[in-house]
């Protein structure tokens, strides 16, 4: 019986990432080879899913596994490129090159929508 509960509990916490990976890879893919060499993008991304997979259940138990996420992803972009970006700056980057309306971005990052506004508002002055 405790073997079948825990069997059912990884493959819940494995639809859920499941899930989480299929709605941000793509995102992901495409902010980093907007900030990495080509040769690099699959790399990253591939080390950001691993340890968010890695933490599922530290992920799921944060307020927002996508800014978890997000954040962990922005972190080791910045050490590759040697250059840390700013909110805003990473923001502009998403909705003026990427095209991702506001919504989406804060899906991706784990904002409110408000916030990706206030921060897009900040990069444009």
């Known amino acids: ?3 079948s509960r825990a069997a059912a509990s990884v493959a ?12 941000h890879h793509a995102s992901y893919l495409a902010y980093t080879a907007a900030r990495l060499p080509a040769d690099e993008v699959p790399v ?4 950001t899913f691993g340890l968010v997979a890695a933490n599922w259940t530290t992920a799921v138990a944060r307020p927002s596994p996508a800014a978890y996420a997000w ?7 910045a050490g590759r490129t040697g250059t840390r970006t700013s909110q805003k700056d990473d923001v502009a980057l998403m909705h003026d090159d990427l ?5 989406r971005i804060a899906t991706l990052t784990g ?15």
């Open 44 to 47: 990253a991304v591939s080390h």
């Open 1 to 3: 019986m405790k073997g």
């Open 111 to 125: 904002k409110e929508t408000a916030t990706v506004t206030a921060l897009l508002s900040a990069a444009h002055r």
């Open 12 to 23: 819940v916490l494995s639809a859920a990432f499941r899930a989480f990976y299929d709605l």
């Open 71 to 77: 954040n962990l992803h922005a972190s080791y972009v």
């Open 99 to 103: 095209h991702l309306p506001v919504d």
